[in-house]
């Protein structure tokens, strides 16, 4: 139900991740309320996509690391969004993400996002797995 | 028409922002829609309430440093948020901004969602006025 990446949020993003390589990718279109202004992706949408699509990039390099059959629960503790040049409405967004670092429960991600062949916007975030009784242990 | 702050926008988020003392602050009742999983908010909706309202603050700051009539167009540069505890869903949140640092056309500002009393996310945001020509200009 996340409205990130939900594939039952009717109204959310739905992003599909998948792995590329090295990388999770993830190809997403914006509708057209998700606009800042016209023809201009929202940066807080610009976020999200990013945030929700690296987060699934953290549980999956901790899957491998860990030899697990499943992905841990992961969560956001913090990213940060850079905002490079307009991020287009009216196109099909290329979501392009990688680990930098695994350290014990915690991965770091870069992630990006590419409009036409070019970097709009970029994002580094920290992402936890969480152990059983916190309020996102295998909740989604 | 912003997603986060558009009043036209029946899709969005639509974040109204007022001027209380030093601070901008805007009360915001998430939508089921907006979950991250159950009775928790998503951390891009999270980020885009913080962005959003922080792109207020600094345009409102730029209008009074500059004595101006009207706010002038400014967009997000970057922006960093940091998820203390989950945000809860079921409950009106309160969003708070103050610029720390108005240097030339850049406002840096400091953000936080708090919900029942006790700060949930905070965000640091450095926000740009654009100049005519930028796809941005008075485009919102």
Sequence with gaps: MCFGCGPAN????RIKS????????????????HQAFGG?????????LLDCHSNWTA????????GLDHPPATVTAE??????????????????????????DKVTVEA??????KTTATCRGVFVAVKEGHPAFFRW
Tied chains: 1, 2.
């Excluded at 549980?59 to 860990?66: G, S």
């Excluded at 991020?87 to 979501?95: F, H, K, N």
């Excluded at 990006?112 to 062949?117: D, L, P």
């Design 10 to 13: 009717t109204k959310g993003l």
């Design 18 to 33: 998948r792995v590329e390589g090295e990388d999770l990718v993830a190809d997403f279109r914006p509708e057209p309320h």
């Design 40 to 48: 201009v992706l929202n940066g807080g949408i610009v976020g999200t």
């Design 59 to 66: 549980a999956y390099a901790l899957m491998k690391a860990r």
């Design 79 to 104: 990213f940060t969004v850079k905002l490079r040049a307009p991020t287009p409405l009216d196109e099909s967004l290329r979501l392009v993400a990688r680990p930098s670092s695994v350290e014990g």
């Design 112 to 117: 990006r996002i590419v409009a036409s062949g």
